[in-house]
C-alpha cells in the first residue's frame, strides 16, 4: 500500500511556484526561538499551507497534536503523521509508519512573509522513492501570525462512572466500489502463509475511509464516513441508524449509510452490514465488512477491509463520548495497516482451522465411498507439461482459477468437478450430434441435442444426469466409431460440413476432460494435509461430495472420450475435411495415456 500513501505528500509536499505575501511579524519579545516556542505554538494550532502541483493548486490541513503526532488533511484524506521541532522556525514531519520508505521533510517556516520551504531525504522517480534531495516552496494561508504562546495543557480524560460505561465496538475501514487489487490477490502463497493484497486508490477511483461505532446495548450503529482519492467533491458522511436485529458476522439496520459514490439522493433504507470475514465458498477470498443495501429497487454494494477495536463511552452522554463520530472533523479513523493486517490474518487463520475440522470430517466418508482401484488410477497417471503449466500445482491452480460462480448455473451443479464433467460429456454430445447428421442420422441426433438440453436443466440429480448422459455416451461412441473407420461411407458436401463443426466440439470436450482429471487427481492426491494453494482451493465439502459421485467414473470416460476425439480427428484428414486451427495436433497435449 505505500503507493496509496505516497500520492498524499504530492498535496503539501511538491510546489513549483513561490509565493510572496504582506509580512506579519509578532514584536521582538513574543517572536518564536527555540523549538519549545514552536512545539507549544503548533500544539492544538491548525497549520494550513498552498502549493502547486502539476498546474493544480492543493490545499493542505495539519493539525499538532501531543506526542509527536499530527494529522494531515488533503485531497480527501486523513493521514497520520510524525513530527518533531528542530529551531524557532524548523520542523521535521513523516508519515507514521513510513518513515524510512518515504523519508523524513524539513518544513522551514518563513514567519515575516508567511512563506515554507520544504526538504524532502527522498523523492519519486515516477516509479518508486529513491534517495535524493528535493526541495518545494509554498504558502502559508492561517496563521497569519506567528507568536510566543503559554504551552497548552493536555486534557486529562474524565473517568466514566461505572454504572454509566457501555462498551463500543470501533469498526475501522477502508474500500470502495471500484477498488482493485494492485500487487498481490490475498490468498495463500507457496510457503504456506497468508499475506493481504495490496490496494491502489488511484484517481480513477473513488477511495472511502468508514469508521462504523456499534452500540450494541443501545441498539445503535454510528456511521463516519470520507471520500477520498478520485473524489470530485471529497464528500463526507455521518449517520445515526437504528439496529433492527444482529447475528456474530451481520447487522441489519434501518437509516442511511454510504452506499455508492454516486450521488443517490436522500434515502432511508434497511441495509445489512457485514462487519466479520465472509469467505467465498471456503476459497481463500476475503469479502470482509461488506455493506448492502436496496434503494428505490436498486442494490448497492459498498466493500470494505476493516479491523476491529473496542473502547469504552459514557452511555449518558454516548454521541458526545464516540471517539471518531463526535469528532469534529468529520473524517473516519485513520487506517492503520499493520492491526488491519494482523486482523485479517488471524481471522484467516480461524477460518482455515474451521474449514479443516469440516473437511476432516467429511474425509471419513468420502475415503469409504472412493475404491482404491479408482484412486490408485488417478495417482498413476503423470502430468506432461502443456498450456496449463508444467507441474500439478500449476496445471490446478489455473484451471481452478479459470471457473466462476456464474458458469456453475450452465448445469446447475455445485462444484468444480461435477462442472468439468458436464462441460466436457455437453461438448462431447454436441459433437457426437454433428457427426450422427454426417452419417444421416439425425433422428438418432436429435435424440442427443434433448440430452444436452436435459444435461444444462435443474431436473434430476447430478448422479442420475450423469449415469443416463454416460450410457448414451457409451453406445453413441461405439456407433460413430464404427461408421468413422468404414471406409465404405462416402460423405456428401453437406455431410462434410457437419462432420467438419464436430471437429471443435470433439477438442472442447476432450479439453474439459482434461481440466475434470487434474482437478479430481489433486483432490485425491493433496486433500490429506495440504496448506499450499492447491489444497486451499480443493479442501471443501461441497468439492468432496461432488468428487464421490464423479471420480469412480472419470478414468473410463476420459479414455472414452481422448480415443474417440483421436479417431474423429484422424478420419477428417483421411476425408479430406478441413482442421481449422490445427485442433487435431493440440489433443497431443491433452494425452492423458500412463
Given at each position: 500500500m505505500k503507493k496509496i500513501f505516497f500520492i498524499i505528500f504530492l498535496v503539501f509536499l511538491f510546489s513549483d511556484n513561490y509565493f510572496t505575501t504582506s509580512?506579519?511579524?509578532?514584536?521582538?519579545?513574543?517572536?518564536?526561538?527555540?523549538?519549545?516556542?514552536?512545539?507549544?505554538?503548533?500544539?492544538?494550532?491548525?497549520?494550513?499551507t498552498s502549493g502547486i502541483y502539476d498546474g493544480k493548486t492543493y490545499i493542505s490541513k495539519m493539525k499538532f497534536?501531543?506526542?509527536?503526532?499530527?494529522?494531515?488533511?488533503?485531497?480527501?484524506?486523513?493521514?497520520?503523521?510524525?513530527?518533531?521541532?528542530?529551531?524557532?522556525?524548523?520542523?521535521k514531519t513523516a508519515q507514521f509508519g513510513y518513515e524510512d520508505y518515504l523519508g523524513w521533510h524539513t518544513y522551514v517556516l518563513d514567519y515575516d512573509n508567511l512563506t515554507y520551504t520544504i526538504t524532502s531525504e527522498k523523492t519519486f522517480d515516477g516509479n518508486e522513492m529513491i534517495d535524493k534531495p528535493s526541495i518545494y516552496k509554498g504558502e502559508i494561508l492561517s496563521p497569519k501570525i506567528f507568536a510566543k504562546k503559554e504551552a497548552k495543557e493536555r486534557k486529562v480524560a474524565t473517568e466514566i462512572p461505572e454504572d454509566q460505561i457501555v462498551q463500543i465496538l470501533s469498526m475501522n475501514c477502508i474500500g470502495g466500489e471500484k477498488i482493485k487489487p494492485i500487487k498481490a490477490e490475498s490468498g495463500n502463497h507457496s510457503d504456506g502463509t497468508w499475506k493481504p493484497a495490496e490496494y491502489d486508490f488511484s484517481k480513477e477511483m473513488v477511495s472511502v475511509a468508514s469508521t462504523f461505532e456499534i452500540d450494541f446495548e443501545n441498539g445503535n450503529i454510528y456511521t463516519t464516513t470520507a471520500e477520498g482519492y478520485g473524489s470530485k467533491e471529497n464528500r463526507k458522511f455521518k449517520s445515526k441508524n437504528k439496529i433492527l436485529s444482529y447475528d456474530e458476522s451481520k447487522i441489519t439496520a434501518i437509516g442511511s449509510p454510504y452506499l455508492t459514490e454516486k450521488d443517490i439522493g436522500e434515502y432511508e433504507i434497511e441495509y445489512n452490514f457485514y462487519y466479520q470475514n465472509n469467505y467465498k465458498n471456503n476459497l481463500i477470498d476475503v469479502q470482509q465488512g461488506v455493506l448492502v443495501g436496496k434503494v428505490g429497487g436498486e442494490k448497492y454494494q459498498m466493500e470494505y477491509f476493516c479491523y476491529p477495536e473496542t473502547y469504552l463511552a459514557d452511555k449518558s452522554n454516548i454521541e458526545k463520548t464516540l471517539t471518531t463520530y463526535a469528532n469534529s472533523d468529520g473524517f473516519a479513523k485513520v487506517w492503520d495497516e499493520k492491526k488491519g493486517n494482523e486482523y485479517l490474518d488471524a481471522e484467516h487463520q480461524k477460518e482455515m482451522a474451521r474449514t479443516k475440522a469440516e473437511t476432516d470430517k467429511i474425509m471419513a466418508e468420502f475415503e469409504k465411498q472412493i475404491s482404491s482401484k479408482s484412486k490408485n488410477i488417478i495417482k498413476s497417471v503423470k502430468l506432461k507439461s502443456n498450456k496449463y503449466g508444467s507441474s500439478q500445482l500449476q496445471q490446478t491452480k489455473k484451471i481452478v482459477n479459470?471457473?466462476?460462480?456464474?458458469?456453475?448455473?450452465?448445469?446447475?451443479v455445485t462444484s468444480l468437478i461435477s462442472y468439468y464433467f458436464f462441460d466436457s460429456m455437453s461438448n462431447y454430445l454436441e459433437s457426437l450430434e454433428f457427426l450422427y447428421r454426417a452419417y444421416d442420422k439425425n433422428t438418432d441426433a436429435d435424440k442427443l441435442k434433448s440430452q444436452i438440453a436435459y444435461l444444462k436443466s435443474s431436473k434430476g440429480s447430478e448422479k442420475e444426469k450423469l449415469e443416463s448422459t454416460k450410457q448414451i455416451i457409451n453406445s453413441a461412441s461405439l456407433e460413430i466409431q464404427a461408421d468413422v473407420q468404414n471406409e465404405s461411407i462416402v460423405l456428401s458436401d453437406e455431410a462434410k460440413i457437419n462432420y467438419q463443426k464436430a471437429l471443435p466440439f470433439a477438442f472442447k470436450a476432450t479439453d474439459s476432460g482434461y481440466k475434470l482429471f487434474v482437478v479430481s487427481k489433486g483432490l485425491v492426491t493433496e486433500i490429506k494435509g495440504s496448506t499450499n494453494l492447491l489444497g486451499a482451493l480443493l479442501k471443501n465439502a461441497k468439492e468432496i461430495q461432488g468428487a464421490a459421485t464423479v471420480i469412480p467414473l472419470i478414468p473410463d470416460y476420459i479414455k472414452n472420450v481422448g480415443s474417440t476425439a483421436k479417431l474423429i480427428f484422424t478420419g477428417a484428414k483421411v476425408k479430406k475435411i478441413k482442421d481449422e486451427g490445427n485442433l487435431g495436433d493440440a489433443l497431443d497435449e491433452l494425452d492423458l495415456s500412463a
Open positions: 509580512k506579519a511579524t509578532a514584536t521582538e519579545e513574543n517572536e518564536i526561538k527555540t523549538k519549545e516556542d514552536l512545539e507549544a505554538f503548533l500544539i492544538g494550532t491548525e497549520l494550513k497534536e501531543y506526542d509527536g503526532i499530527f494529522y494531515d488533511y488533503s485531497h480527501g484524506v486523513k493521514t497520520k503523521m510524525l513530527w518533531k521541532p528542530i529551531n524557532g522556525n524548523t520542523f479459470s471457473v466462476t460462480k456464474e458458469d456453475f448455473k450452465t448445469y446447475n
